[in-house]
DNA sequence: TGCGTCACG
DNA sequence: GACGTACGTGACGCAC
């Protein structure tokens, strides 16, 4: 029994564990007596996949304990009285479960350790310490930040979500620093989830910059006057007490009195009776009997408890947690013969759903080929279709041959479409759109659809990302096998069907368990988070909306794309020569570091703020002020006015009339835009590949890029939009007389803003006021602040707030709805649209800057959300009200809408239209205000404005 | 890959 | 009283 060189001890960050389970799995309870068990069911299928994975390990450890947190008080609390203050209480349900997690680990046979008064994180870095010193080598189980200090010198640690290993160098890429100086940056910088206060006002990057400047913590106090920047050297100056402190608080403490010795952490089996008796008292079945299968005993009895009354529709939720049936990738089948289909067919329509995947060559569906398609009807049981594999293309000419033993892909399809097609059979997909598509251009129209991304949007939207990836970690406690692991990245990248089809079975196939997985969790939990009519109304409707949308595409006119791009490239070059003149020397105008040096370093002009990156801003609004110097600066001024010009030109080459040639598919002729669904939080859509929600229209030059967007010869392009649909829900929803009776009047609401706080009568009315006004109703909507304000109309700040006071004087009730939103956000964690769509705000409970953006952006959400939503449900409706008109309905670019439509039906299009988005609040909402919508069409999607 | 910049509503 | 600030996006080129 001991511990020296050659040894390797794990230490796993128990309490870490814990809350990782907790928060992954849903609320379960024993069966027998309802105790709560899911954070000790994911624990234990935690570990269990640890010790699975040791068993098969070349690196296992010699030595291995599970270490815990004690108790929340700790000696810490003594240094700090507010430490980890700000901790959100236990809930209710977890406390409970501590014991037996304690209980688990030993179970598992497992040295399991706590110590009163000191974290589970001093106990790791006291035994870190003490078998670096015997000579062995250190693993530290766990992803937490805190334990980073710990890593060198035979330490490192591994993330157990990611299974990344983070060494010297993953450490100074997440803090800038070395390990060693970990603490010191943390003691700067805080933090906020442990109520750290560090310096205020610098974050991790300061920090580093710090730390690297003047090499360690003491060194940088003790100089701290030599800072440049005045606001960083006094926050030094005025805090060194408050950091120091910190730093204590940081410090892990290599000194926690243990209970043993490393060489009582020598490994052990478990023994099976111990370990079988308690996952039977748990009542944790599959685990039981896989646990049982591997130590090659009999798996234990654990009588069932009556069967819970069968419900119609979704499934119930697993009485035991997903993850307790463990993504076992040979467990999937591959799929080469009709019969074996026909099987799967089969059960299929006796199970009425199926979550579907498919894989192909490309991302964009248009050009995308069918290489593969997967089924599972059950977690756990899924299969892959291979249909578009091949072999070779490593020679010379890159000669492919189909790879062998696939069905061909006509039989394929010709098998599933009628399940596809089954009106009884509800298809699961994540990110349907894509994969309806795909099908769509091979004559199937998938329906009905579940979206489990569409799922996950409307009930966390603001909470975190939508992407499989994302909710199977988040949800599921798991992560998927990266597609890069098959395709690899960058220059060596290959496409989908150059996978080989057995690598391809374990990855398509899990993606499909995965997507199935996330819907049994999703679909009961839709209607206790109230989204149901969310997710039911203006997520899954809109999926075959915008499949056509995008399927149809927009005609573009190549030619005329052309000819702008070369008449911009004369003009640029002509531009790029004057502005070398000028600056006296040849440089990358499009470089706004090399700019800013020859602005503010060379010619001196005076001022120049520096970015993030230590080099001048260039931005359009300092380059405008430059301009204004002619008097003291004459050449600057002239250098910045021309290379505005140049930017504005390189602009619409690069990004417009260069990239949309491109984008022109050589099929269709047509470009096809990708509205992703759940990509904005607060409910509108984003267009990608290209974006085709920000061509140019504010200026003359970019307004022609619109001309290029065509219609057909016979047909028009028309656009519907609504007319200030945001103000006219701000005046419904905060419930302003004056703005509704102005909407009700049909006035300039611009102007009749300026009248009210101006006391300028409307016929007085100069633009310059008006445009006064137009500036601060965007900024109510925008969640305003005097400084805001100010920038944008460049106007002293308390001038600017001046304008403020008088806008909630004149029109009462905003203000209240400001308050009262932000006092809903801080209560709820989120906001609301007027119908029903949830937009989180986690960050408005924060201290620091962080609380400032989501109090703006939660006051902004319910408009700019409303507003989606209502052309949402005008685009869901559309497709029926214009049923049997020759029209497509091609873009939305969220408040407006394009439709191509022959010359001769313009006018009962403009008809239906318009009234399906005036009214398509209704019956839902009964606006105070009316929707206005204004219609207009051409040739080209400039003349439609 | 992150940043600065700029196009849109 | 200080903090840093208009809301929501996507794409491009530069510099690392």
């Given at each position: 029994?001991g511990?020296?060189?050659?040894?390797?001890?794990?230490l796993?960050?128990?309490?870490?564990?814990?809350?990782r389970?907790?928060?992954a799995?849903p609320?379960?309870?024993?069966?027998?007596?309802?105790?709560?068990?899911g954070?000790?069911?994911?624990?234990?299928?935690?570990?269990?996949?640890?010790?699975?994975?040791?068993?098969?390990?070349s690196?296992?450890?010699?030595h291995?304990?599970?270490?815990?947190?004690?108790?929340?008080?700790t000696?810490?609390?003594?240094?700090?009285?507010l430490?980890?203050a700000?901790?959100?209480?236990?809930?209710?349900?977890?406390?409970?479960?501590?014991?037996?997690?304690?209980?688990?680990s030993?179970?598992?046979?497992?040295?399991t350790?706590e110590?009163?008064?000191?974290?589970?994180?001093?106990?790791?870095a006291?035994?870190?310490?003490?078998?670096r010193?015997?000579?062995?080598?250190?693993?530290?189980?766990?992803?937490?930040?805190?334990?980073?200090?710990?890593?060198?010198?035979?330490?490192?640690?591994?993330?157990?979500?990611?299974?990344?290993?983070i060494?010297?160098?993953?450490?100074?890429?997440?803090?800038?620093?070395?390990?060693?100086?970990?603490?010191d940056?943390?003691?700067?910088?805080g933090?906020?989830v442990d109520?750290?206060?560090?310096?205020p006002?610098?974050?991790?990057?300061?920090?580093a910059?710090?730390i690297?400047e003047?090499?360690?913590?003491?060194?940088?106090l003790?100089?701290a006057?030599?800072?440049?920047?005045?606001?960083?050297?006094?926050?030094?100056?005025?805090?060194?007490?408050?950091?120091?402190i910190?730093?204590?608080?940081?410090?892990?403490r290599?000194?926690?009195?243990l209970?043993?010795g490393?060489?009582?952490?020598?490994?052990?089996?478990?023994?099976?009776?111990?370990?079988?008796?308690?996952l039977?008292?748990m009542?944790?079945r599959t685990l039981?009997k896989?646990?049982?299968?591997?130590?090659g005993?009999?798996?234990p009895?654990i009588?069932?408890?009556?069967a819970?009354?069968a419900?119609?529709?979704?499934?119930?939720?697993?009485?035991?947690?997903?993850?307790?049936?463990?993504?076992?990738?040979a467990?999937?089948?591959?799929?080469?013969?009709?019969?074996?289909?026909?099987?799967?067919?089969?059960?299929?329509a006796d199970?009425?759903?199926?979550?579907?995947?498919t894989?192909t060559?490309?991302?964009?569906?248009?050009?995308?080929?069918?290489?593969?398609?997967?089924?599972?009807?059950?977690?756990g049981?899924?299969?892959?279709?291979?249909?578009?594999?091949v072999?070779?293309?490593?020679?010379?000419?890159?000669?492919?041959?189909?790879?062998?033993g696939?069905?061909?892909?006509a039989?394929?399809?010709?098998?599933l479409?009628?399940?596809?097609e089954?009106?009884?059979v509800?298809?699961i997909?994540q990110?349907?759109?894509?994969?309806?598509k795909?099908?769509?251009r091979?004559?199937?129209?998938v329906?009905?659809?579940?979206?489990t991304?569409?799922?996950?949007y409307?009930?966390h939207?603001?909470?975190?990302?939508?992407?499989?990836?994302?909710?199977?970690?988040?949800?599921l406690?798991?992560?998927?096998?990266?597609?890069k692991t098959?395709?690899g990245s960058g220059?060596?990248?290959?496409?989908?069907?150059?996978?080989a089809?057995?690598?391809?079975?374990?990855?398509a196939a899990?993606?499909?368990?995965v997507?199935?997985?996330l819907?049994?969790r999703?679909?009961?939990?839709l209607?206790?988070?109230h989204?149901?009519t969310?997710?039911?109304?203006?997520e899954?409707?809109?999926?075959?909306v915008?499949?056509?949308?995008?399927?149809?595409?927009i005609?573009?006119?190549?030619?005329?794309?052309s000819?702008?791009?070369?008449?911009f490239?004369?003009?640029?070059?002509?531009?790029?020569?004057?502005?070398?003149?000028?600056?006296?020397?040849?440089?990358?105008?499009g470089?706004?570091?090399q700019?800013?040096?020859?602005?503010?370093d060379?010619i001196?002009v005076?001022g120049?703020?520096r970015?993030?990156?230590?080099a001048?801003?260039?931005?359009?609004?300092?380059?405008e002020?430059i301009t204004t110097?002619?008097?003291?600066?004459?050449?600057?001024?002239l250098?910045a006015?021309r290379?505005?010009?140049?930017?504005q030109?390189?602009?619409?080459?690069?990004?417009?009339t260069d990239?949309?040639?491109q984008?022109i598919?050589?099929e269709?002729?047509?470009?096809?835009?990708?509205?992703?669904?759940?990509?904005?939080?607060t409910?509108?859509?984003?267009?990608?590949?290209?974006?085709?929600?920000?061509?140019?229209?504010?200026?003359?030059?970019?307004?022609?890029i619109?001309?290029?967007?065509?219609?057909?010869?016979?047909?028009?392009?028309?656009?519907?939009d609504?007319?200030?649909?945001?103000?006219?829900i701000?005046a419904?929803?905060?419930?302003i007389?004056?703005l509704?009776?102005?909407?009700?009047?049909g006035?300039d609401i611009?102007a009749?803003?300026?009248?009210?706080?101006?006391n300028?009568p409307?016929?007085?009315?100069?633009?310059?006021?008006?445009?006064?006004?137009k500036?601060?109703?965007?900024?109510v909507?925008?969640?305003?602040?005097?400084f805001?304000?100010?920038?944008?109309?460049r106007?002293?700040?308390?001038?600017?707030?001046?304008?403020?006071d008088?806008?909630f004087?004149r029109?009462?009730?905003?203000?209240?709805?400001?308050?009262?939103?932000?006092?809903?956000?801080k209560?709820?964690?989120?906001v609301?649209?007027?119908?029903?769509?949830?937009?989180?705000?986690p960050?408005?409970?924060?201290?620091?800057?962080?609380?400032?953006?989501?109090?703006r952006?939660a006051?902004?959400?319910?408009?700019?959300?409303?507003a989606?939503?209502?052309?949402?449900?005008?685009?869901?409706?559309?497709?029926?009200?214009?049923d049997?008109?020759?029209?497509s309905?091609l873009?939305?670019?969220?408040d407006?809408?394009?439709?191509?439509?022959?010359?001769?039906?313009?006018?009962?299009?403009?008809a239906?239209a318009?009234?399906?988005m005036e009214?398509?609040?209704?019956?839902?909402v009964?606006?105070d205000?009316?929707?206005?919508?204004?219609?207009?069409?051409?040739?080209?999607?400039s003349?439609?404005?």
């Open positions: 029994m511990f020296g060189k050659g040894d390797h001890l794990h796993i960050d128990g309490s870490a564990y814990i809350f389970a907790y928060h799995l609320p379960l309870t024993r069966k027998s007596d309802g105790l709560p068990i954070a000790v069911a994911g624990f234990c299928n935690m570990i269990a996949r640890y010790v699975d994975g040791n068993g098969t390990s690196d296992a450890p010699t291995v304990a599970v270490i815990f947190d004690h108790s929340s008080k000696f810490r609390n003594d240094l700090y009285p430490y980890k700000n901790r959100p209480e236990l809930p209710e349900d977890l406390r409970p479960q501590f014991p037996l997690t304690r209980e688990a030993r179970a598992f046979n497992l040295a350790i110590v009163e008064d000191f974290e589970a994180d001093d106990i790791i006291t035994l870190a310490h003490q078998a010193d015997a000579g062995g080598r250190v693993t530290i189980i766990s992803s937490d930040k805190d334990l980073m200090q710990l890593v060198g010198g035979g330490v490192e640690m591994l993330d157990p979500m990611k299974n990344r290993r060494g010297p160098d993953e450490v100074a890429e997440k803090f800038g620093v070395a390990p060693d100086r970990v603490v940056v943390q003691a700067l910088s933090d906020s109520n750290i206060p560090g310096a006002g610098i974050g991790v990057k300061t920090a910059l710090l690297q003047y090499g360690d913590l003491d060194t940088l003790a100089r006057g030599e800072i440049k920047q005045p606001k960083r050297r006094q926050v030094l100056l005025d805090h060194a007490a408050q950091i120091l910190s730093r204590d608080l940081v410090r892990l290599e000194d926690a009195p209970p043993m490393l060489g009582d952490l020598e490994v052990r089996a478990p023994e099976p009776a111990v370990l079988l008796d308690f039977t008292r009542e944790f039981s896989r646990v049982a299968g591997k130590l005993v009999e798996p009895a009588p069932e408890p009556p819970a009354p419900t119609a529709g979704a499934p119930a939720p697993a009485a035991e947690p997903e993850a307790q049936v463990p993504f076992d990738h467990a999937y089948a591959c799929i080469t013969d009709a019969a074996t289909l026909a099987d799967w067919v089969a059960e299929i199970k009425g759903w199926v979550a579907i995947d894989e060559t490309s991302l964009d569906e248009m050009r995308a080929e069918l290489v593969g398609i997967s089924l599972c009807v059950e977690p049981r899924a299969a892959y279709i291979p249909v578009g594999h072999t070779g293309g490593g020679d010379l000419f890159g000669a492919t041959a189909p790879a062998e696939q069905m061909p892909l039989e394929v399809l010709a098998m479409k009628p399940v596809l089954d009106p009884a509800l298809k997909g990110n349907m759109k894509y994969d309806a795909i099908f769509a091979h004559g199937i129209r329906a009905p659809v579940d979206d991304m569409l799922m996950s409307a009930m939207a603001g909470l975190h990302g939508h992407g499989m990836d994302t909710l199977c970690e988040q949800y406690g798991h992560i998927p096998i990266p597609i098959l395709l220059k060596a990248q290959v496409t989908f069907d150059r996978v089809v057995c690598d391809a079975v374990k990855y899990e993606d499909a368990d997507t199935l997985r819907w049994r999703f679909k009961p939990q209607h206790r988070a989204v149901t969310v997710y039911e109304t203006l899954r409707p809109l999926v075959p915008l499949a056509a949308m995008e399927m149809a595409g005609l573009v006119d190549r030619d005329t794309l000819r702008m791009s070369n008449a490239a004369q003009k640029l070059a002509g531009l790029e020569d004057e502005i070398h003149t000028i600056a006296g020397e040849k440089f990358n105008v470089s706004p570091k700019l800013g040096e020859i602005l503010f060379r001196g005076p120049g703020e970015g993030k990156t230590g001048y801003a260039t931005g359009a609004d300092v380059l002020d110097m002619e008097d003291s600066q004459p050449q600057a001024a250098l006015a290379v505005l010009d140049w930017r030109i390189a602009k619409l080459k690069s990004t417009y990239a949309l040639q984008a598919n050589p269709t002729g047509r470009v096809h835009t990708s509205y992703s669904i759940a990509g904005a939080n409910g509108r859509l984003a267009s990608t590949d290209p974006n085709l929600q920000n061509i140019p229209i504010r200026t003359e030059e970019g307004r022609r619109r001309e290029a967007f065509v219609a057909p010869p016979g047909r028009v392009l028309l656009s519907l609504y007319s200030q649909i945001e103000l006219r701000l419904h929803i905060a419930g007389p004056a509704k009776q102005a909407f009700r009047d006035l611009h009749m803003t300026a009248s009210e706080m101006f300028v409307l016929d007085q009315m100069t633009p310059d006021i008006r445009r006064q006004a500036a601060i109703n965007f900024g909507i925008y969640g305003i602040s005097g805001g304000l100010a920038r944008n109309l106007i002293p700040r308390a001038e600017a707030q001046g304008f403020i008088r806008y004087e029109f009462p009730g905003i203000r209240e709805y400001m308050d009262e939103t932000i006092a809903f956000a209560a709820n964690g989120h609301r649209t007027l119908f029903g769509r949830r937009i989180h705000t960050e408005i409970n924060a201290k620091g800057p962080g609380a400032g953006f989501a109090r952006a006051i902004n959400a319910p408009i700019q959300g409303t989606a939503d209502i052309i949402r449900r005008a685009m869901v409706r559309m497709p029926a009200a214009l049997g008109l020759p029209v309905m873009l939305q670019v969220h407006e809408l394009l439709f191509e439509v022959d010359a001769g039906a313009v006018d009962e299009t403009i239906r318009r009234a399906v009214g398509a609040a209704d019956p839902a009964a606006l205000v009316s929707l206005v919508v204004e219609a207009g069409q051409g040739p080209n999607w003349a439609a404005h």
